[in-house]
């Protein structure tokens, strides 16, 4: 005998003509007649092979084998009841624990001294981040979203762009006093000026030098002694004067603000970098994901505050 959806409603009908204590008050109770209330308990008889009710004209009673059978299925069906309540709870309610795969740069600088906020609003959410230069296989890590920058080729997840942020050419106002400030793109090439190179963790691949302003379009091929994959090391060598680097302005705020760092190229104002919120699917999103998506969102527009 299998168990299927017949069986549990059939387990339903039963466990409201006890409570009700008559086929009628079951019927009334559960949107039905009478008489599909009678067709659905002998159904559930024929299945499990036992009487379950002694039936006269004026009251039913639970037989042994019926009464039996119904001590045995009302702490399951009260279990199943406590299971959907809790799944639907945890659809609506901002609680129990959310895994976030996070860039470190994002982390660091623009998520973690605001993520107090956040946990506040929501004490009962745990929030476990997970800071790495990766995405990883965001589903079989049993993350529950990622927070990355640049474009993802996967397919099979679901993709919020939070924002485009701009991508400046920069340097110390050291390294222009000793090499000069090149005047346009095209001088970086020269041999008196030193480019940083990044390599893409992700990809493996060195970026490409762009500059774009309206439909217009420059790409540079630009070599350099020092290749570095960590937006925390690019920064740093470039604050020091080592040499001119391509950085995303998200991030870089207060540096350019307090003339730390020099926009090379203003003319050149529009070429962008997106970050992205990635996560398995749209369908049902759990409320939790929702205000930490929302909280993202939020923070992005925000002044950085810089530790």
């Known amino acids: 005998m299998a168990f299927d959806e017949r069986m549990l409603k059939g387990m339903g009908v039963l466990t409201a003509v006890v409570k009700g204590g008559s086929f009628a008050t079951a019927a009334e109770a559960l949107d039905m007649s009478p008489s599909g209330v009678s067709r ?31 001590t045995q299925i009302v702490p399951l069906l009260a279990g199943l009841e406590e299971a959907t309540a809790c799944a639907i709870d945890g659809r609506n309610s901002v609680r129990g624990r959310l895994r976030v795969n996070v860039h470190p740069f994002f982390s660091r600088l623009i998520l973690g001294p605001r993520l107090g ?5 929501h004490p009962d959410l745990q929030v476990e981040l997970s800071t790495r230069e990766e995405l990883g296989d965001l589903v079989a890590e049993g993350f529950d979203l990622a927070i990355r920058f640049g474009e993802h080729r996967s397919s099979t997840l679901v ?10 050419t920069v340097a110390s106002p050291a390294y222009i006093t000793e090499h000069g400030k090149p005047m346009s793109p095209d001088e970086l090439s020269s041999p008196r000026h030193t480019c ?21 379009i420059k790409s540079l091929n630009l070599q350099g002694q020092l290749i570095v994959n960590n937006v925390g090391t690019l920064h740093g060598t470039c604050l020091a004067g080592y040499g001119i680097a391509q950085i995303m302005e998200l991030g870089a705020e207060q540096l350019l603000a307090e003339g730390k760092l020099v926009d090379l190229f203003p003319e050149w104002p529009d070429e962008r970098f997106p970050l992205y919120a990635l996560y398995p699917s749209r369908t049902y999103l759990p409320a939790k994901i929702s205000a930490f998506l929302n909280f993202v969102s939020a923070i992005v527009t925000e002044p950085v505050i810089r530790t």
């Open 40 to 70: 659905a308990i002998v159904r559930l008889e024929n299945r499990l092979g036992i009487r379950l009710f002694e039936r006269t004209t004026r009251s039913i009673a639970l037989t042994d084998e019926g009464q039996r059978f119904y």
């Open 117 to 121: 906020q956040f946990l506040k609003q």
């Open 159 to 168: 993709a919020r762009k939070l924002l485009d942020t701009r991508i400046l």
């Open 196 to 216: 940083i190179q990044f390599r893409s963790p992700e990809t493996g691949k060195l970026f490409t030098w762009e500059f774009q302003r309206g439909n217009e």
